[in-house]
């Protein structure tokens, strides 16, 4: 059984930074996309980030130059490294997983896998004042 938990969310000022991790358990997909996903209160959720097993990654457009997908394998862990925040960057965040073809697979898409996600965390929240 997939376990994601993700952490380190809170509040901060707007310019400040945050850095999320999502710690992985019960998976052992060789091939995988993993992503970080936010969902604002009154709107649709969208992808933020989005890293694969070939070490590919994308960002959407609003949060690029200012977020950062990484991961640590041998800590199962993924990581968002969130700078110069901002208050529309206020949402839960939500880290996913889900195994891909080994080849050929689908490039990401601007912040996200393009694959249906199997497996979510329960969501982080961060607040950014202005």
């Known amino acids: 059984q997939v376990q994601l938990v993700e952490s380190g969310g809170g509040s901060v000022q707007s310019g400040g930074s945050l850095r999320l991790a999502c710690v992985s358990s019960g998976y052992t997909y060789s091939s995988y996309c993993m992503g970080w996903f936010r969902q604002a209160p009154g709107k649709e959720r969208e992808g933020v980030a989005a890293l694969d097993s070939d070490g590919s990654t994308s960002y959407v457009d609003s949060v690029k130059g200012r977020f950062t997908i990484s991961q640590d394998n041998a800590k199962k862990t993924l990581y968002l490294q969130m700078d110069s925040l901002r208050p529309e960057d206020t949402a839960m965040y939500y880290c996913?997983?889900?195994?891909?073809?080994?080849?050929?697979?689908?490039?990401?898409?601007?912040?996200?896998?393009?694959?249906?996600?199997?497996?979510w965390g329960k969501g982080i929240q961060v607040n950014i004042s202005s």
């Open positions: 996913a997983v889900t195994p891909i073809p080994v080849v050929p697979h689908r490039p990401l898409l601007s912040g996200a896998c393009d694959y249906e996600m199997d497996d």
